[in-house]
């Protein structure tokens, strides 16, 4: 949908990984090569990198407020698998990062640690809309979007509770 607009620096990554499920169609775009390459995921790692995306997808739920919308390893535990390094430049700046061959969770480890110093992580969340689920960056200013799309699953829902009435 045209406003859905890609989330800041390293969570870009985050919100890319759980778009990969579109819940409403179930199309799966790690189920082609392409899909799997555009995150470095070779065949073999597919289920580990499928946990993953649903328990981002929990998270950001959470982040919504919303409920889980079904049981799934806990991110944190997923995580202590994520090697990751700090690098420090001849200047003196420090930054943390992934090896070059760094496994998928670690990456998205590093994302995450990124968006906390940044402050951005609470604002990467999942869309209230059971058949959507789509990850979002909330821009609004007092940070409390609750869909990925108010033209979309905002009127959709805003029309139930009208037909309700």
């Known amino acids: 949908m045209s406003e859905r607009s890609a989330a800041p620096g390293g969570l870009e990554l985050v919100q ?32 580990g990198a499928r946990e993953l995306r ?23 535990e997923l995580l202590t698998a994520a090697p990751l390094l700090v690098r420090v430049d001849a200047g003196g700046s420090a930054l ?30 999942a869309c209230e809309a059971v058949d959507c689920h789509w990850a979002y960056y909330d821009r609004s200013p007092a940070g409390r979007g609750r869909w990925c799309s108010m033209q979309v699953c905002g009127a959709r829902a805003k029309m139930r509770r009208y037909r309700a009435k």
């Open 16 to 47: 890319s990984l759980v778009n990969t499920l579109d819940v409403e169609t179930g199309v799966d775009s790690l189920d082609t090569a392409e899909g799997r390459a555009r995150f470095g995921v070779a065949e073999e790692d597919l289920p």
């Open 96 to 125: 943390l990062g992934a090896a070059d061959d760094a496994p998928l969770v670690s990456r998205v480890a590093v994302g995450i640690a990124q968006a906390l110093v940044e402050g951005t992580w609470m604002r990467l969340k």
């Open 54 to 76: 649903e328990s981002l997808r929990v998270a950001l739920l959470a982040h919504a407020g919303h409920p889980a919308h079904r049981a799934v390893a806990p991110l944190d």
